[in-house]
């Protein structure tokens, strides 16, 4: 696709990245009742090859979130879309992510989840912006450190295109100053 500059993390890489994931969150929560819940859109490609790589019986369920205001700039006030239907009362839950930028949405994400009796909650994402980050989170399971760069693909869009790439890609800068 032309709107690509290039890869940055190759299907070879995320796979391996998930699978290592996918056997420590099986070892931790060995035994104990585990809620997953994606974060829709982005965290679905993600979940779907996490979730296969997970070697013990979860729930699994999904929220939509968006973010008050301009749609490029994370707020860190979330509004819920779509609301998990499990609930996550007296048991483990797991946040999965597609990327964690400035940390505003999972923070607050963390914060609502909590009030609603959970045993602990915990956040497993692919990829991680580090050198943006605004509100402190602590990310137990952590994929890819990337540098500041927008990256579409696995799960990842561009105006709503591009989660269908099966690699993570960086958009060319182009893209964005012609709008
Ligand atoms: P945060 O609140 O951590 O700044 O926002 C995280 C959300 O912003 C992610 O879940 C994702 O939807 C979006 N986001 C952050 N960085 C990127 C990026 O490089 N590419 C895309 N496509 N979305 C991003
Ligand atoms: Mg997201
Ligand atoms: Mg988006």
């Known amino acids: 696709m032309d709107v690509i500059e290039r890869v940055l993390?190759?299907?070879?890489e995320l796979d391996r990245q998930v699978e290592e994931l996918g056997s420590r969150i099986s070892k931790d929560y060995e035994g104990k009742e585990l809620v997953i819940i994606g974060v829709l859109k982005g965290g679905f490609i993600f979940?779907?090859?996490l979730a296969r790589k997970i070697t013990i019986p979860v729930d699994l369920d999904f929220i939509s979130v968006s973010s008050y205001g301009d749609s490029s700039k994370s707020s860190g006030v979330v509004k819920i879309i779509k609301d998990?239907?499990?609930?996550?009362?007296g048991k483990h839950v797991l946040i999965v992510e597609d990327i964690i930028d400035t940390g505003l949405t999972l923070n607050h994400l963390v914060e609502l989840l909590k009030t609603r009796?959970?045993?602990s909650v915990k956040i497993c994402a692919a990829l991680d912006k580090p050198s943006r980050r605004k509100a402190e989170v602590h990310v137990e399971y952590k994929g890819i450190e990337?540098?500041?760069e927008?990256?579409?693909?696995y799960g990842l869009d561009y105006a709503g295109k591009y989660r269908n790439l099966p690699e993570v890609c960086i958009l060319k800068k182009d893209v964005?100053?012609?709008?």
Request: proline share 7%; hydrophobic share 35%; net charge negative.
């Open 9 to 12: 993390i190759s299907k070879e």
């Open 47 to 49: 979940l779907a090859d």
């Open 84 to 89: 998990v239907d499990t609930n996550i009362s």
């Open 117 to 119: 009796g959970p045993l």
């Open 146 to 148: 990337i540098p500041d």
């Open 150 to 153: 927008f990256v579409i693909g």
């Open 176 to 179: 964005y100053s012609k709008k």
